[in-house]
């Protein structure tokens, strides 16, 4: 999904899209925070324990700045410009999205 | 939208540059069984002489806010009247079956996941009134996480003030080394909530943030 597309689809449209789909959402562009913290919000109140439990996101920096490490980077990234990817799945589905230094593990 | 966020910016900056508060709305954030509860009580225990929140090790044993009005810090010839606010942990997932391993029947369970779900929520919002935070994170896990990371932004994009409290110190496997690694930007202070450790560290620092 392009970052144009994520800004013009409601949080609760693009929860709905997780969970019914069970798709991993790709985005192209590192999501703000206030947006992040907004579909955590959204997603819970989609919790229903059996079918959703929740969303698994993760964030990866393209713009890494090599003697930094990965964290320092994703907060000059609060800071400066979104470049990077967003990636956010069904909880329900997917174990766990987990940052790396300049990858993410996807564990089913 | 650009100007008024730049408008926001300053006034927020401005008003605490001319307006000395001595009163302030003190969060306790982080994720679930961080120990947020633990050292919110602490804090008041140590100034109010009382407990005013329920911590216990099943995850998610704050799922609404609790607050504790005006508690009167006091450090040499400061002075600070904060109010303590609890907030339910924040998570990405909410899962009733991690609730069956401490001995929950599955109704209780069911019912906790639901209202933590709504903890969450109200944890969020909360973020709106809150003047300074007090970012606790359990130094026995791995810090690089997603929601400590959305936190962190959260408080940085909306300057509010905070300080990370590295707490469970006392634990064999903690480490408040790896926090501070993982957030070389931001002021890390080591606890042990539960035993008291690190404790008049932290007020230092937490008046001369409130101070600044």
Do not use: C
């Amino acid at each position: 999904m392009t970052y144009d597309a994520f800004k013009t689809t409601s949080p609760k449209d693009i929860i709905k899209r997780i969970k019914k789909k069970n798709v991993v959402l790709i985005i192209n562009k590192r999501l703000s925070p206030k947006e992040e913290a907004e579909l955590i919000e959204v997603s819970m109140a989609y919790v229903d324990g059996v079918n959703f439990k929740g969303i698994e996101i993760a964030t990866i920096s393209t713009h890494s700045n090599k003697t930094a490490n990965f964290i320092s980077n994703i907060m000059r990234i609060f800071k400066s410009d979104a470049e990077g990817i967003t990636l956010i799945g069904n909880a329900t589905h997917i174990k766990e999205i987990k940052n790396k230094k300049d990858y993410a593990v996807l564990k089913l | 939208m650009v100007f008024d966020a730049l408008k926001k910016f300053w006034k927020s900056r401005i008003s605490r540059l001319f307006s000395k508060k001595s009163s302030f709305t003190l969060g306790f954030y982080g994720p679930p069984n961080a120990g947020k509860s633990t050292l919110a009580n602490r804090m008041s225990l140590d100034f109010a002489q009382e407990e005013f929140t329920v911590s216990s090790e099943i995850p998610h044993e704050t799922r609404e806010v609790v607050i504790k009005e005006k508690v009167e810090i006091k450090k040499g010839d400061k002075k600070l009247v904060i109010d303590l606010v609890d907030t339910p942990g924040i998570a990405t997932k909410i899962d009733f079956e991690e609730f069956l391993e401490h001995n929950l029947s599955e109704d209780e369970a069911k019912a906790r996941a639901k209202e933590a779900t709504k903890g969450v929520i109200d944890a969020i919002k909360w973020l709106d009134n809150v003047d300074a935070v007090l970012v606790v994170l359990d130094a026995t896990k791995d810090p690089v996480d997603q929601v400590n990371i959305t936190i962190l932004g959260n408080l940085e994009s909306r300057n509010i003030p905070f300080l990370i409290v590295a707490n469970k110190i006392d634990l064999k496997n903690a480490s408040a080394h790896k926090i501070r690694e993982a957030f070389p930007d931001y002021e890390v202070v080591g606890v042990s909530a539960k035993e008291g450790i690190g404790m008049e560290h932290l007020y230092d620092k937490l008046i001369e943030m409130l101070n600044k």
